[in-house]
């Protein structure tokens, strides 16, 4: 059983890069104890040098290993009092042992004491029992180790850093621009925009697309990893998965290449017509794994003109009737006589009872009871955990792609989708959500 091990402030010295690829070996010095360490990790540690954080490893059985569990610099205060260094003294004598031989290594600020005592090469030689050429090669190489770096000195550097560590957390949507005059005014000293972009590429920080959490997630942290862990106990293969998701009939590619300093313009339809919902069910398989989908019309523009007349023409999306039909038609495509589990969200279509009676049908829950499917309804606010999302991610890409501007020619486009999902594997999104981390999330708030 593996022990975890917590170092409350670590500071990540190098990285090397094993042999298989696939495993990264750091570096690492404890500053409270003064002691060097290592551990590996399969990903790579992003972290800021010169700055202390805390580090979380787990050591395996026979305490020999360390592997990385999470590393947060998490530094509240830019003024930081020095912590405490632990640096070899300057004054060291090496004695190494050689047969019939002893040589005695000398600190070039001994050398430099015993020539201004008048002490002659020979002498020294003698003392140190190695040649001339040998001792002023000691020197030389100390001098080399000390020698300055070529270029510029940096601006901002030692615990000025720790704001950059702020900026990337904090302050992560704020430009170039802004860190800059704030740089400028914290260490008294006029700071560039393009300086702040040298030093962001130096530490591999790069402008991303933000990946927006739901605030309320925050709450329901602790519901999280019970409900993953039940969910891995369970058979894999007889593991489902739904989901709904709109399209519009002026879907298009959201990037493209351009020459540098002209815009790309591209043109779309701004009237949008009709919207559709695509039902998709999914199974935890290798190949084939899209067990369902269908492509429902809702609502026009035109509908919505004469909203106050009738609301009952309006349809804001899939109904509980449809969600009913299809899962149905589910059903019918799985094998028969097997359990299968369902991951699905909250949706009231996705519980309803009231409707589906004066439709005559049976509610949503009784039906998942009848065809012998188990209803696991996700955590609220968690899509990271229903992997419809990914292959919905998938489609919509290929979808814009194509620009479909009719009806039959999206539900083309769509089948042609589904046929290129049937050739992935379905097990690497169901794994991917289950072992999502959502313990960075908890860091980064």
Known sequence: MQEEIIIPAAK??????????????????????????????????????????????????????????SYAQNIQKFEIPELIKFEEPLEKEVVETKPKKTITKLAPWQIKKLREKDFSWQEIREFCNVSEWTIRRWKKEEEIKERKQVGRPPKIKGYDLSF???????????????????????IEQS??????????????????????????????????????????????????AEDECAFYLNEAPRRAWGWKGER??????????????????IRNIEKQGVISCKLVRHGTKEDTKDKKKDKKKIKKGT???????????????????????????????????????????LPIRELFSQININPLYLVAYCPQLNPVELVFNFLRKFVEDREPRTFERLKYVIEQGIKELQKEDMRKWFRHCLDYDFKNIKNEQ
């Not at 290592?38 to 790579?44: A, G, I, N």
Request: glycine share 4%; with cysteine.
């Open 191 to 240: 700071v560039s925009r393009s300086t702040i972009s040298r030093l962001y590429k130096k530490y591999g920080i790069t402008n991303k697309a933000i990946n927006y959490h739901y605030l309320e997630q925050q709450f329901l942290l602790g519901k999280i990893k019970p409900f993953v862990d039940k969910v891995k106990l369970l058979p894999q293969s007889q593991l489902i």
């Open 12 to 69: 990540i010295l190098s990285v090397k890069k094993l042999p298989d690829k696939k495993l990264r070996k750091y570096t690492f010095f404890n500053t409270q104890t003064g002691i060097k360490g290592s551990f590996y990790s399969d990903k790579k540690v992003n972290h800021i040098p010169e700055i202390a954080g805390e580090l979380e490893l787990s050591v395996n059985e026979n305490q020999s290993e360390k592997f990385f569990q």
């Open 319 to 361: 109904g509980a009737v449809e969600f009913h039909d299809f899962m149905l038609d589910v059903k019918s495509k799985l094998p028969i006589n097997e359990d299968y589990q369902l991951l699905i969200d909250n949706a009231k279509i996705h519980k309803a009872i009231e409707v589906l009676k004066k439709a005559n049908r």
């Open 164 to 186: 950059l560590h702020a900026c990337r957390t904090v302050y992560k949507s704020k430009p170039h621009k802004w860190v800059a005059q704030v740089f400028s005014e914290k």
């Open 264 to 281: 790309v313009i591209s043109w779309r339809p701004g009237n949008i017509v009709e919207r559709y919902t695509l039902m998709l069910c």
